[in-house]
């Protein structure tokens, strides 16, 4: 009996074994590369897929996702025999599992080759300033030749970028002194502009200054002269319409000796020419008020008693 149980054993392994090997299970965005006998039978896509066991295997099970692959710095010449070192990063999809597998042994050693040699191609005809500033026309120019090579071996290259262009460090010092140059050179230019900009509206607003203050005091003058026109009216009117006479005018002219005697510093006067007739018509009512008043008498003058006083002068 236990020889019979063995045997059992080993055909439950055996089925075991051959039930693992007949399922396979190939998971999403990825397919497997069936040979049957070392020669390809068909492609298992994603999903619970049966194959023959112990004759049919899986030779390679590629991704068929957007893969990323960036590759190291490689030193390239450009037209004006400068060595730049660049980097590039390629973004490429398995299309067809089959062709990948058997139309080239790698194809990511084969695609960082072609973008090498490509990348040498289309940089030589380029010197140095037109490869720092014409990435977009590298990468086009990149990425068509790769689509093109690679077709072949069921892939397609979507981008094609170049991370980093480095010339050499001399070539980077000369290029940061021009920089810093051309950024003094602006800086100067910015300030210039701006202190005379600065200027020009200083003048414009003194000008414009002196326009309204000169206004302002033509304005100010002619109220002014207005005013005094209008207060020589109304006191020519006022004249006028009082009527008055000689002997007015003549009491005006003594009222005002006071005020032009006020102040210690006065030491010269200034009589005007007629003040004389001013005094004599005064005289003169008062000489008539006086024959009113003292007409009795022996005949004496009225100002007999009067006495003299002069003003000091003062040093």
Excluded: C
């Excluded at 965005?29 to 899986?58: C, M």
Aim: charged share 25%.
């Amino acid at each position: 009996m236990e020889p019979v149980i063995i045997v059992l054993i080993i055909l439950v392994v055996l089925v075991f074994i051959a039930l693992i090997k007949t399922i396979q299970v190939i998971p999403q965005a990825s397919a497997a590369i069936v040979e049957r006998f070392g020669r390809y039978t068909r492609t298992l896509n994603a999903g619970l897929n049966i194959v023959v066991p112990f004759i049919d295997t899986i030779r390679n099970r590629i991704d068929l996702r957007e893969q990323v692959v960036p590759f190291p710095p490689q030193p390239v010449i450009t037209q004006d025999n400068l060595v730049v070192n660049i980097d590039t990063v390629i973004y490429y999809q398995v299309t067809d599992a089959r062709a990948a597998t058997y139309e080239v042994a790698s194809y990511i050693q084969a695609i960082e080759q072609l973008t090498v040699t490509t990348l040498r191609n289309i940089i030589g005809g380029m010197d140095l300033e037109r490869t720092l500033t014409s990435r977009e026309e590298i990468n086009a120019a990149l990425r068509g030749v790769l689509d093109e090579a690679t077709g072949k071996w069921g892939i397609r290259v979507n981008r094609v970028e170049l991370k980093a262009i480095e010339p050499p460090t001399s070539i980077q010092d000369s290029m940061e002194k021009q920089m810093r140059a051309d950024r003094d050179k602006r800086a100067a230019i910015l300030t210039a502009e701006g202190t005379r900009q600065a200027a020009i509206l200083t003048a414009e607003g003194e000008k414009q200054s002196q326009i309204l203050r000169a206004e302002g005091e033509a304005k100010a003058a002619a109220l002014r002269a207005e005013g005094e026109a209008q207060a020589v009216r109304t006191v020519f009117e006022a004249i006028h319409a009082g009527d008055p006479d000689q002997k007015l005018l003549s009491y005006q002219y003594l009222q005002m000796l006071p005020k032009i005697a006020e102040g210690d510093a006065n030491k010269l006067w200034i009589v005007p020419s007629e003040i004389g007739d001013a005094l004599k018509g005064l005289s003169g009512a008062m000489g008539n008020l006086g024959g009113l008043g003292g007409g009795s008498g022996n005949g004496t003058s009225g100002n007999s008693g009067t006495e003299r006083r002069e003003k000091p002068s003062i040093d």
